[in-house]
């Protein structure tokens, strides 16, 4: 099991569905969450255990005074929080967790993929069932790639992924792009993890490589990544937004590079993905992309795929490795249709 690291914050404010929508956003971040109402502070006092405040009061509020002279940092003023259910709900959240990354100076998505994390997983045995090449597929490993699907996680991410590729049978005429919410420097080992009894070959993505079928390129954590006719093309910037990577743009990256794309969200904190298939669903017949999320019960932390969810763009939910069989079942449809139409 993924071990987590738990910062406790104290929301302050005055309108308590305000203070209801920023203690469910900090939640989803991972956060333990004490919430005061101006009246409870006056009683209980500032003398709270925590690690920062998040305070939404009037301007003209007397308390205001109190949080100059505590030493926990003091994040104030916010926009008013939309529902869960809003469009614009995504990129509300996402400008939230800029501020709070910023006021702590810590990551604390990626605070919770450690390197010792990861070896946990390692040690993990392989799954119970791998699932066969159906007949009507060739095996194929090497070539062009074929099917493209971008995966996306954070916390509980590598265990559940690694879970989805363990399934996979090899020759499956497809690719996937990951993009993992983790610290720059510890790329190179999840790669090193995820292939452990897989039957894809896993790399972090490099400058002019080509995606290819049976392959994993893991797209490091701070460099923006896109493709071009298929190859690789490591961007000087870091990845937009407060997310590194960002699953968001990788999403829209590859989607540009291979038209048509599928995305599967794993287990995660936050939301990143939602505002991308938010995106993707305007644009398109979302029917014809396939779109799935880890189901909520399997994850460790189910708050990425359940935003995901929320944006109505995601058309399956299952288990990971329930999840390899539908893939396996899918690229068996694709192919068969390919033969009939080419009779």
Same mark, same amino acid.
């Given at each position: ?7 406790k914050?104290a ?13 469910s ?6 956060c ?7 009246q409870?502070?006056h ?6 255990q ?22 926990q940092p003091?994040?104030?003023g ?20 800029a501020?709070?990354?910023?006021m702590?100076?810590?990551?604390i ?11 946990l997983?390692? *040690?993990?045995?392989a799954v ?21 699907f971008?995966?996306g ?26 993009g &993992? ?17 897989a ?7 490099e ?7 049976g ?23 870091a ?5 590194g ?35 993707l669903k305007q ?6 992309? &396939?779109?799935?999320? *880890?189901s909520?019960e399997?994850?460790a ?11 109505g ?8 490795q329930e999840?390899?069989?539908h893939?396996v ?10 033969? *009939?139409?080419?009779c």
């Open positions: 099991m993924t071990e987590t690291t738990t910062l914050l929301v302050v404010a005055e309108d308590s569905l305000q203070q209801h929508r920023l203690r956003a900090m939640e989803d971040f991972g333990e969450v004490v919430c005061l109402s101006p409870s502070l009683e209980k006092g500032m003398d709270q925590v690690s920062a405040w998040l305070v939404d009061l009037r301007d003209d509020d007397s308390l205001l005074d109190s949080f100059c002279d505590i030493e003091v994040l104030l916010f926009e008013a929080a939309p529902s869960k259910q809003a469009a614009d709900y995504p990129k509300w959240e996402k400008r939230l967790y501020k709070l990354k910023q702590l100076s810590v990551d998505i990626q605070a919770n993929n450690t390197q010792a994390s990861l070896s997983i390692e *040690q993990a045995p119970s069932e791998k699932y066969s090449l159906p007949d009507n597929v060739s095996a194929d490993t090497g070539s062009k790639a074929k099917y493209v971008t995966l996680s954070s916390l509980g991410g590598p265990e559940a992924v690694k879970e989805f590729l363990d399934a996979l049978p090899k020759g499956l005429p497809v690719a996937f792009v990951y &993992q919410h983790i610290d720059a420097q510890f790329v190179p080992v999840l790669a090193q993890v995820l292939a452990r009894h039957q894809f070959n896993l790399s972090v993505a400058q002019g490589m080509e995606l290819r079928n392959e994993v390129l893991i797209v490091p954590a701070d460099h923006e990544v896109q493709f071009e006719s298929g190859f690789v093309k490591v961007l000087d910037n990845w937009p937004g407060p997310y990577p960002s699953v968001d743009q990788l999403i829209l990256n590859v989607q540009k590079g291979f038209p048509g794309s599928g995305s599967i969200i794993f287990s995660g904190m936050g939301n990143d993905g939602a505002e991308a298939l938010q995106s644009a398109s017949n979302i029917d014809d992309l &396939q779109i799935w999320a *880890q909520s399997t994850c932390s189910s708050a990425m795929p359940d935003s995901c969810r929320k944006t763009a995601v058309n399956f939910t299952a288990s990971p999840m390899a069989k893939l079942k899918y690229i068996q449809t694709k192919e068969m249709n390919t033969q *009939q139409l080419s």
